[in-house]
């Protein structure tokens, strides 16, 4: 097959037919080394999870959509960092009804429960479900640790499922 010449996505690169595995690594249509196109993260909570007013709570993402290098532990609920540089963070939350205009902080704290980032949601009075999110790309050394806090002014209940909890992580150069 003769070389190509193109963009995928943003990246102009250009593919030759040959293995370079003497390198020991695969290099993809980007031109980028599959580890770290592959260093990502996405977990979720299956059940729902009880929040105390004025309590600092972890949130216990259980499940694992995706994560192949495993830098989520769904024991100790922490992302461990593999690659230093910034990483871009997110988390999406569903709450249950909320019958009181009530404050809710989320953020990402590390190993010794130093935040790293944090923000403040208003959660307005409604009838059926709350979402509630949040983005940061902080600077991460190998090493670090994220886990994902939150702290309400009133009694909440986070729900459970794929698609209503849950915390991703991508790494960006």
């Given at each position: 097959?003769?070389?190509?010449?193109?963009?995928?996505?943003?990246?102009?690169?250009?593919?030759?037919?040959?293995?370079?595995?003497?390198?020991?690594?695969?290099?993809?249509?980007?031109?980028?080394d599959?580890?770290?196109?592959?260093?990502?993260?996405?977990?979720?909570?299956?059940?729902?999870?009880?929040?105390?007013?004025?309590?600092?709570?972890?949130i216990?993402?259980s499940?694992?959509?995706?994560?192949?290098?495993?830098?989520?532990?769904t024991?100790?609920?922490?992302?461990?960092?593999?690659?230093?540089?910034?990483?871009?963070?997110?988390?999406?939350?569903?709450?249950?009804?909320?019958?009181?205009?009530?404050?809710?902080?989320?953020?990402?704290?590390?190993?010794?429960?130093?935040?790293?980032?944090?923000?403040?949601?208003?959660?307005?009075?409604?009838?059926?479900?709350?979402?509630?999110?949040?983005?940061?790309?902080?600077?991460?050394?190998?090493?670090?640790?994220?886990?994902?806090?939150?702290?309400?002014?009133?009694?909440?209940?986070?729900?459970?499922?794929f698609?209503?909890?849950?915390?991703?992580?991508?790494?960006?150069?």
């Open positions: 097959m003769p070389e190509q010449k193109g963009i995928y996505g943003i990246i102009p690169v250009t593919v030759h037919n040959h293995s370079n595995s003497a390198q020991g690594g695969h290099i993809s249509k980007t031109g980028l599959d580890s770290i196109i592959k260093s990502g993260f996405r977990v979720y909570r299956a059940l729902t999870q009880s929040i105390l007013a004025a309590t600092e709570t972890i216990l993402f499940d694992i959509t995706y994560d192949p290098l495993s830098m989520f532990n024991s100790t609920y922490k992302f461990t960092c593999p690659y230093a540089g910034m990483w871009k963070l997110s988390v999406y939350l569903t709450t249950d009804a909320v019958t009181a205009n009530c404050q809710f902080t989320i953020r990402f704290i590390d190993e010794s429960a130093t935040i790293i980032s944090q923000c403040w949601r208003p959660l307005i009075t409604a009838t059926g479900i709350n979402s509630v999110s949040f983005e940061d790309t902080p600077q991460l050394n190998v090493g670090d640790t994220v886990r994902v806090q939150v702290l309400c002014g009133s009694n909440r209940t986070l729900q459970g499922g698609d209503r909890t849950f915390f991703t992580a991508r790494w960006y150069l």
